[in-house]
Nanobody, 122 residues
């Protein structure tokens, strides 16, 4: 079982930036497609972005295109979040071993981190 750990969340003002990181404990992430998901109170879990393993293909939900960028190296997957809006607030989880295609869903991913809180507020 793959253990994932997220970091980088926090409180930021609208228009600010954060960079989230997702790392595997005891494993390389090169074998897996990685997705970022978020959930706010009273709302359904939403796929934000994902990146494939071998080809490095990426996908983004429409609401974050042009503002968020996903990337990876051998050890870590990153989500750079710029021009943050209050509606970006939520708990962000990374997840591994899913299918990174347009319209990817959380149900395709088998391993999940504990989450990191992102709050965008003035």
């Amino acid at each position: 079982q793959l253990q994932l750990v997220e970091s980088g969340g926090g409180l930021v003002q609208p228009g600010g930036s954060l960079r989230l990181s997702c790392a595997a404990s005891g494993f390389t992430l090169d074998y897996y497609a990685i997705g970022w998901f978020r959930q706010a109170p009273g709302k359904e879990r939403e796929g934000v972005s994902c990146i494939s393993s071998s080809l490095g293909r990426t996908n983004y939900v429409d609401s974050v295109k042009g503002r968020f960028t996903i990337s990876r190296d051998k050890h870590t997957v990153y989500l750079q979040m710029n021009s943050l809006k209050p509606e970006d607030t939520g708990i962000y989880h990374c997840a591994a071993d899913g299918l990174c295609v347009p319209g990817f869903g959380w149900y395709d991913f088998s391993s999940w981190g504990q989450g990191t809180q992102v709050t965008v507020s003035s």
